[in-house]
């Protein structure tokens, strides 16, 4: 399935469907709360809409249609049981069955169609088709930083989240809850040793969010015969942790 009839495929209007405004909000709450005028923030979004329409370089964002994926189904394929071989390495799965990657979404909660899923997961390169009817996991996490294009849906979640991390309390109701956000970072490294960094970090980081999502997966809510959650979603949260590489120059 190609990326355009994916991308055609969500502008159908959903509730899951992200809203820009949950990007802006905390953004422009926490420059006015600095001192910035209204004025002033809406001359400089005009400013920084017209140099952005002048770009052009850089990869195209395309929308994907998948939001939720995340990376719960990657560490259940890694460590649950029924997933794996003999030498208790991930299992090749076919598409459905009893044991296969329909039944994988659905044991992580994951309602999309196993084939699109599927064929996404081969395009991210998380996953590799080995024959007709089978597939190999080759990859410890969802890649959304791939060659020709950027994901929409995944990046835009990030940025929102990160927009209400690091302005909390700015914009957001008084019983919110506090989040956080935190970075280690050195400005006398030489940049020989930059993808170094980034691989070390990243293999930690990984390590670490297999633990988190671990957590995750021990304090979910059962879910009823027909797949729905067991206790009002009203009383659910999404919950979870993000993790980001730093690299540009000394100011």
């Known amino acids: 399935m190609s990326r ?26 926490f420059l006015r709360r600095s001192g910035m005028s209204k004025l002033q923030l809406l001359s400089e979004w005009r400013s920084a809409l017209q140099r952005s329409s002048k770009a052009t370089r850089g990869i195209k964002v395309a929308k994907i249609g998948f939001e939720h994926l995340g990376s719960t189904t990657i560490s259940r394929w890694l460590r649950d049981p029924k997933y794996l ?17 329909a039944s994988l979404l659905k044991d992580g909660g994951v309602s999309d169609p196993p ?16 024959s007709p009817t089978r597939y190999r996991l080759i990859r410890r996490s969802m890649n959304y930083t791939i060659a020709g294009y950027l994901p929409f849906e995944p990046n835009f979640r990030f940025l929102v989240d990160a927009a209400r991390a690091c302005t909390w309390g700015s914009g957001l109701p008084p019983r919110a809850p506090r989040l956080f956000w935190l970075n280690a970072y050195s400005t006398r490294v030489n940049q020989r040793h930059k993808q170094e960094f980034l691989r070390f970090a990243k293999d930690r980081g990984l390590s670490f969010m297999h633990e988190i999502n671990d957590w995750l997966e021990a304090h979910e809510s059962p879910r009823s015969g027909k797949g729905k959650l067991s206790r009002k979603t009203t009383t659910m ?15």
């Open 4 to 29: 355009k009839k994916r991308s055609s495929s969500t502008t159908r209007a959903s509730p899951e469907h992200p809203v820009v405004s949950d990007l802006l909000i905390p953004i422009a709450a």
């Open 115 to 130: 084939k699109d899923v599927a064929a996404l997961l081969v395009e991210l390169g998380t996953i590799s088709k080995i």
């Open 237 to 251: 949260r999404r919950l979870g942790l993000g993790l980001y590489g730093i690299c540009s120059n000394v100011d």
């Open 85 to 101: 071989n003999h030498a208790g390495h991930p299992d090749d799965l076919p598409l459905r069955g009893t044991r296969s990657i």
